[in-house]
T-cell receptor, first 113, second 110 residues
């Protein structure tokens, strides 16, 4: 099985811009989660999508949004970028059923200038 | 709200020595606990989960509900164990929303 893929791998944006990140889960996985990883805050949960519906949401402002398509691919969008949004954004997918582990992608490194 | 604490940012041991990476959690319900590992230049991956009670690469972890801990242990560390280790907690059986600790960087010296 191909692993979780994320595009692009690196992005440089300026304050005020918006950005869209993409994640393709492992085939057959319907759950896609997004995390923000920074040196100061560690790994923080953004949101989880399951079958095109947001199932869980973390404590991030409304500038952070996401969606999931019928093929389970997911995108997250950050509008009005701030310097503090610079981070590694990780996507993880998991299968149905109980106690399923998350499989992580390589991440998208976003730098906001 | 749930919280995961890994008190050691850095841990260094010699090859062949025992190693213990500490993890404490706070959660009012019945948690599911995981250990994830990230080797250099690799993606984050699951090492083990408490529900399966298995030993992976010689590592074990026991959930102690009384002390709200889930420490990761290995009796004889190997150089290839050098990596970043994250303890994580999920609510119920859905691992899709997990709370992670800040991680511990383990270095095993020759």
């Amino acid at each position: 099985k191909a692993g979780v893929t994320q595009t692009p791998r690196y992005l440089i944006k300026t304050r005020g811009q918006q950005v869209t990140l993409s994640c393709s889960p492992i085939s057959g996985h319907r759950s896609v989660s997004w995390y923000q990883q920074t040196p100061g805050q560690g790994l923080q949960f953004l949101f989880e999508y399951f079958s095109e519906t947001q199932r869980n949401k973390g404590n991030f402002p409304g500038r952070f949004s996401g969606r999931q398509f019928s093929n389970s691919r997911s995108e997250m969008n950050v509008s009005t970028l701030e310097l503090g949004d610079s981070a590694l954004y990780l996507c993880a997918s998991s299968g149905d059923g109980t106690y399923n582990e998350q499989f992580f992608g390589p991440g998208t490194r976003l730098t906001v200038l | 709200a749930q919280r995961v604490t890994q008190p050691e940012k850095l841990l260094s041991v010699f090859k062949g020595a025992p190693v213990e990476l500490k993890c404490n959690y706070s959660y009012s319900g019945s948690p599911e606990l995981f250990w994830y590992v990230q080797y250099s230049r690799q993606r984050l991956q699951l090492l083990l989960r408490h529900i399966s009670r298995e030993s992976i690469k010689g590592f074990t972890a026991d959930l102690n509900k009384g002390e709200t801990s889930f420490h990761l242990k290995k009796p004889f560390a190997q150089e290839e164990d050098s990596a970043m280790y994250y303890c994580a907690l999920s609510e119920g059986t859905n691992a899709g929303k997990s709370t992670f600790g800040d991680g511990t960087t383990l270095t095993v010296k020759p």
